[in-house]
């Protein structure tokens, strides 16, 4: 996943112009986790997908870092996810997600081996869509000791139901 941070101090002109700084930057939930949890010093895996496009390619590159594995599955003539954020002066964000080529994620872009190796599993399911992937992905890690679903934002603001 993409962001694309807009940041206005001002408020909106709609049909106009409002000044904004913007700002361009690997994103997403389960991805942003990985890449925290790499900088501790244990391995992480990463699976995701990407589109076949300028993108994707941003994407791979900015995620090659020592401690994290990844599975970045190629998805042709799919754009790759991108998420729009719009953050007001007192920091509320406001979310546009266009999930891209994340909504083609299955179990089968798991490498098998995976399923046995890491001890803790975090699945992000992408904004407004319904978890039967991440559903589907978790259950089949049945030897992870933790398994952890999100369906919305880690910071609790707009989480979704996930039944595992």
Wanted: some cysteine; hydrophobic content about 40%; charged content about 20%.
């Amino acid at each position: 996943m993409q962001d694309i941070l807009i940041s206005h101090k001002d408020k909106i002109a709609f049909g106009s112009d409002t000044q904004a700084s913007i700002k361009m930057q690997g994103g997403g939930s389960a991805t942003n986790a990985a890449v925290w949890a790499s900088t501790l010093n244990v391995e992480v895996g990463l699976v995701a997908r990407i589109g076949d496009d300028n993108t994707g390619k941003i994407i791979l590159e900015e995620l090659k870092r020592p401690n994290l594995n990844l599975n970045l599955v190629k998805t042709d003539a799919v754009s790759s996810g991108t998420c729009a954020i719009l953050i007001d002066a007192t920091g509320e964000r406001t979310m546009f997600p266009d999930p891209g080529a994340n909504i083609f994620l299955t179990s089968q872009d798991v490498p098998k081996e995976w399923f046995n190796q890491f001890n803790l599993i975090i699945g992000d399911e992408a904004h407004l869509f319904k978890a039967q992937s991440l559903t589907t992905i978790l259950t089949s890690c049945v030897n992870t000791k933790y398994r952890i679903g999100l369906t919305g934002t880690l910071d609790g603001s707009k989480t979704h139901k996930l039944v595992l």
